[in-house]
């Protein structure tokens, strides 16, 4: 039997706010425990909640971002449920009315080798509190509280069960976590717990309009991780459908030790929390003008950036929404085609998609963190249209650059004369090294004379060689068929 696999995602985003999202308490991560757990967090009697606005503009940023609706009135319920880190036994969260309702995230990813673009529908997303945190370790057999991060603002963004495979799982969260970065209501630190993935994955006979029945795997927090659990997922399922058994509703974690996810709890419906609104907070009230003053403060958009880098670059789709990717990544080629120019536009883009790109990954840093900077990048194209080096000798360049670590903008001229890398344009010296390169390659120079074109790569070859890399390529590949065709 084929089967088609059903994926809906939830994401936790914590945000950027200094004060929690009921309290004046702050949302510094890394303090000692409970050190940042004021009464109102812990709902202790005599105290009430006051909404947090800085948290309300980030969830409308959010919002606009997505094309959504920004609900005019949003409501605050009291989610029930009993764990040792929920100190009053609810959770205040927003369940009828959210205040961000709709909306869509299109994101490209690779699929059978291919780039492919996918947009995913959004449920909603809205505002609630985080719980506190249970501690496991160092505690002689017992469990320890720490109720610094009960009542920091999470944005809780739902999508539409409409992806189908890990890779889109991935995709989404990965497009998902660069949009709330690029807005600023995230840090995005998923080490500390800033962005949080919930995967609900069900499988299906393929053809089967009727869901199957759904886990959720909890708290994911690295890509990989969802990769991995995601398919993890799907084959114990399948596998246990194919055996004659029964998926059970259950939120499950996954142990990326063991390669397995396992029942944490069974999984509660809408019902099971009981919700009802919350007594003390009045209804969210959202004006016109409210939304109008975020959306005057808005940065430019990923969507609107990668059709400008279209039309003012003339990118291809495919590189504009790789190097919209990121704020950062986007901002980092905008400062380095305003050095060389937009006709350098696409040299810059291949190489920030290519050498820049397996250099951060390789040192697992950021693009802020690039030790090459843009105006040095920008130069290092200079000197390959300039015919000073050739693109070979700029990825040695650039590695030099790199390990430099210099702010000087000239560092590529100052690697250049220091190693001696300037390409061999002189007519005279190519000429001498083609002559000795035809003389010691009588076998290549006949089978290119018999009219196997291909035979003028090896001689090609083997005069970068004599030149030790620095030899004009299009002029050496010129004068080897003019000394060639002479016989």
């Known amino acids: 039997m084929e089967w088609e696999v059903v994926i809906g995602i939830e994401n936790h985003v914590q945000l950027t706010t200094e004060s929690k999202i009921f309290s004046g308490s702050p949302t510094a991560f890394g303090a000692e425990a409970n050190t940042q757990a004021s009464p109102v967090d812990l709902a202790l009697p005599g105290v009430l909640p006051v909404m947090n606005k800085k948290a309300v503009d980030r969830a409308i940023r959010f ?13 605050f319920a009291r989610k029930n449920y009993f764990y040792p880190d929920l100190p009053k ?3 205040i969260s927003q369940f009828e009315d959210p205040v961000v309702q709709g909306g869509s995230l299109t994101f490209g990813y690779e699929k059978d080798g291919k780039f492919v673009t996918k947009t995913v529908n959004l449920t909603r997303a809205h505002l609630e509190e985080d719980a506190g945190k249970s501690l496991h370790e160092d505690y002689h057999g017992m469990s320890g509280i720490d109720l610094n991060r009960a009542g920091t603002p999470l944005l809780e963004i739902v999508s539409e069960p409409e992806m189908s495979s890990a890779a889109e799982a991935v995709a989404y969260c990965k497009a998902l976590h660069g949009l709330v970065m690029w807005l600023g209501i995230c840090d995005g630190n998923m080490q500390e717990g800033s962005f949080r993935c919930d995967i609900n994955v069900s499988v299906r006979p393929k053809g089967q309009k009727e869901f199957g029945t759904r886990c959720e795997i909890k708290n994911l927090n690295s890509f990989r ?25 259950a939120t499950r974690l996954y142990d990326p030790d063991k390669k397995e996810t396992r029942q944490m709890r069974s999984k509660e419906d809408a019902q099971d929390y009981r919700y009802f609104p919350d007594p003390d907070l009045p209804p969210l009230m959202i004006s016109e003008q409210w939304i109008a003053d975020v959306k005057a403060d808005m940065p430019e958009l990923p969507a609107v950036m990668r059709e400008r880098f279209v039309n003012e670059y003339g990118l291809p789709e495919y590189d504009s929404l790789i190097l919209t990717a990121s704020k950062g990544m986007a901002l980092y080629f905008e400062a380095v085609v ?7 536009a696409k040299a810059a883009a291949n190489w920030l998609m290519g050498d820049v790109s397996s250099t951060l990954n390789r040192e697992n840093a950021e693009i802020s963190a690039s030790p090459v900077k843009p105006a040095q990048l920008a130069n290092m194209l200079k000197r390959i249209v300039d015919g000073t080096i050739s693109n070979k000798i700029a990825k040695e360049i650039f590695a030099d650059m790199w390990a430099e670590n210099s702010d000087d903008e000239n560092l590529v001229d100052v690697i250049i004369d220091k190693k001696g890398l300037k390409q061999i344009s002189d007519t005279g010296a190519l000429e001498a090294i083609v002559v ?22 090896a001689l090609i070859g083997q005069a970068m060689k004599a030149s030790k890399g620095k030899a004009n390529p299009a002029q050496l590949t010129e004068l080897l068929k003019k000394k060639l065709a002479e016989g």
């Open 225 to 249: 991780f969802i990769e991995e659990a995601v398919n993890i997922e799907v084959r114990r399922q399948i596998e246990l459908i194919e055996d004659g058994g029964q998926v059970v509703q």
């Open 436 to 457: 000795e390169v035809l003389a010691n390659n009588a076998k290549s120079v006949e089978q290119y004379r018999a009219g196997k074109e291909a035979a003028i790569n």
């Open 338 to 344: 305003a050095k060389a120019g937009k006709e350098n």
């Open 89 to 91: 036994g609810y959770q």
């Open 63 to 75: 919002g606009l971002a997505v094309g959504a609706k920004i609900a005019p009135q949003s409501i």
